[in-house]
């Protein structure tokens, strides 16, 4: 007997037909002898919906409004999930993030987890209640709501599997589990059964919309085994891990790509130091998510700042680059949203020379340009076109070894689709 | 300068263009120099549709799930209106009940308010944040979200105004104020200014929809000044307080009608003591809330008892007498809900002898029948068929010589319309 955390997403709750879907997953784990806990998303559209009402509003929403608005979601579908299993005769109860115990910093829209204390879920536990919880909020030391930011019903998830010392934690999604690319983009990709959290963890900040980045980093440091599976079939999934000894280790072991980010470029600026200080202390300062960075070589005592962040932080980042552009002396500052990321990731990397060689090469031979470089130990990733993303996913994919003998049946989508499907819920 | 509690109902936030509307008129009165606190419902069609999503998946949906849901409806507008606010350059912070220091008992879905602690509201005034308090919430002593049942906005709003000790507590709706009668059922009824706690909380009880009882029982007991006002102008409407010297003494000031309630009889009922108990006790055991009581005289040792309670409690009530049937060894049980309450109301009734009697020959000579008479010391309330009502509460109208000189204009509604009015909103 386990005790089991069950995370499901705004796909999975879109509906009363898939609510009750989500009921009878949850009671077949029951009556296998698990105790089980839910932690679920907002149903489908409906947080689109509540950032259109604000809108129609403000502009630039408060972000305290913005959370207590937003966090309605998840209390949507939490009570709907509880009335459901007990319809069903089941034992259940719903809990906010507060009640569940989170508590977080005070950074609205993107705050952090800073303590879970899960006596009142783990008593409901022992009660034979199944408790519902709320994923994606918190509350701050300001008794005020809060929300997590993208990803943060996985994140929420993970929390609460390592505050009940639960034995694995299951993300259920519309898609299988990881694989080694994004399969709609790359037919020949294959499901991996294990993957580290190292490996993960690169994929996830690399754009691989699977499990978000913060719920892995979460699982690495607190040792929470994630079981991330489909909500729509009983197949096993991926189990996300500590490395296991008789792991198999590929030199790449995924590939991802993102869409989601926009370049800026902040043209002529002088080249001495600490204005790049200056800029990204000023960006960090207004929460801008700063990914890759790239500075040129100076020319004429000028160069050319790059980085590139979140498309949704681009007004912000402009905002803060414009206010200091005087200070700085820089030309101008221009952005790009048609580029992709697109990512090879593999701890084996770190003993396998010539990984980074073969990447360029392969890009070069199919012809298409590489914008911009950054690595890490387990990964390299480059900046391409939008357009040239699934082209260098492919051949990336087939230039690593990785492709599998069966292909992925749905329809491959243009970089449009692909840019949607990644921008799209919590 | 004054302190000023405004609360408005789901029609006038139920779209982004009126939530600018209520922004619009809270900033005017900022600007006079009051100090202004709102309590919100929620927009519009909110929680009919958050029912029917329950519905969906329980027949009985638990009351305490029932309450987190539905307590959603007020978060969203709260936080919209607090947005609204904020873009037009005020410093505005929604409350969630809790927050707000609203204290319930346990009872969900009709919880009652136990205490109030308004100092995180009134810090905010003296910081010239303008606070916006979501209605019909609170929160009992196991930390859970509670709701206040039907009118527990203006409840809310009630209680708000006398936990921060404001000058008056404004209430605004669809219609002007309290009129003499219901002016789209009886066009020449009279806007009233003045009304007494007394006389409002008849005319409320008996299903005028202007103000909620409860509230007004609040605001009689604290003495809270009630304005009930139009949010569609700014033309003065009806002040709810305690009789002053000069008030005009009418024999009856106002004639309420009332088409959400169903008539239960009990057939066949041996004639012997503590049936009686035993049948309301029951009921009351149920939370079915009772309002008249008629009991026939015996006939061969048998009595029939009839009650009437709100449409909405008709299930539990049919329920909890089918449990008891074989107690009380009564024949049958049953409903009729085509039925409707005329009341009239006045404090100046007590000392005008003759009043019971012209009613009642007023409806005889209009050829209305009267099913059931229930009176209090100011009030006489008669059951009578449902397409009768508008009929009888016209006539009465004009035999209390209440009828007004001008015409409403809107066009009177059928019986259908004025139950599907009467049952809206909380």
């Not at 898939?18 to 105790?35: F, P, S, Y």
């Not at 580290?196 to 040792?223: C, I, N, P």
Request: hydrophobic share 40%; net charge negative; proline share 3%.
């Amino acid at each position: 007997m386990s005790l089991i955390v069950c995370k499901f997403g705004g796909t999975s709750v879109a509906s009363p037909e898939r609510i009750q879907k989500v009921a009878a997953r949850l009671i077949a784990k029951k009556q296998e002898g698990h105790d089980v806990v839910a932690v679920v998303s907002a149903m489908g559209k409906t947080t689109d919906e509540l950032v259109g009402l604000a809108a129609a509003l403000n502009e630039k929403p408060p972000a305290r409004e913005m959370d207590r608005l937003l966090s309605t979601g998840e209390q949507v579908s939490m009570a709907l999930l509880a009335m459901a299993l007990e319809a069903k005769g089941y034992r259940s109860m719903s809990f906010t993030g507060r009640q569940a115990g989170i508590t977080t910093d005070k950074t609205h829209l993107k705050s952090k987890i800073t303590g879970i204390a899960a006596d009142r879920i783990m008593k409901a536990v022992n009660d034979g209640i199944i408790p519902v919880i709320a994923g994606f909020q918190g509350i701050d030391e300001n008794d005020d709501i809060t929300t997590l930011g993208r990803g943060g019903s996985d994140t929420t998830a993970v929390a609460v599997a390592w505050g009940l010392n639960a034995d694995v934690c299951e993300i259920y999604s519309d898609v299988d589990g990881v694989y080694s690319a994004d399969p709609r983009v790359c037919p020949r990709a294959r499901k991996l059964d294990f993957i580290s959290y190292d490996d993960m963890l690169e994929l996830s900040s690399a754009g691989s919309g699977v499990l978000q980045s913060r719920a892995v980093e979460f699982a690495r440091k607190y040792k929470v085994v994630i079981h991330s599976r489909s909500a729509f079939s009983d197949a096993e999934g991926t189990y996300v891990q500590e490395k296991a000894e008789d792991m198999e280790e590929a030199v790449v072991t995924g590939i991802a790509h993102d869409t989601s980010e926009v370049k800026i470029t902040i043209r002529g600026v002088p080249d001495m130091s600490g204005v790049a200080a200056m800029v990204f202390s000023h960006l960090a300062g207004a929460n801008v998510s700063v990914d890759m960075i790239i500075q040129n070589v100076a020319e004429d005592g000028r160069t050319d700042i790059s980085f590139t962040c979140p498309k949704g932080d681009m007004a912000k980042a402009m905002e803060t680059i414009g206010s200091i552009m005087p200070e700085i002396k820089a030309r101008e500052c221009i952005f790009d949203e048609n580029i992709a990321k697109v990512s090879i990731v593999g701890t084996g990397m770190k003993s396998s020379p010539g990984v980074a060689a073969r990447m360029f090469s392969t890009l070069g031979e199919n012809e298409i340009n590489i914008l911009a470089i950054s690595t890490s130990p387990i990964r390299i990733s480059v900046i391409v076109r939008a357009t040239e993303a699934t082209h260098a996913v492919q051949c990336l994919h087939t230039a690593f070894d990785m492709d599998s003998d069966s292909v992925f049946v749905e329809t491959a989508l243009s970089a449009e689709e692909i840019a949607a499907k990644m921008q799209k819920g919590r």
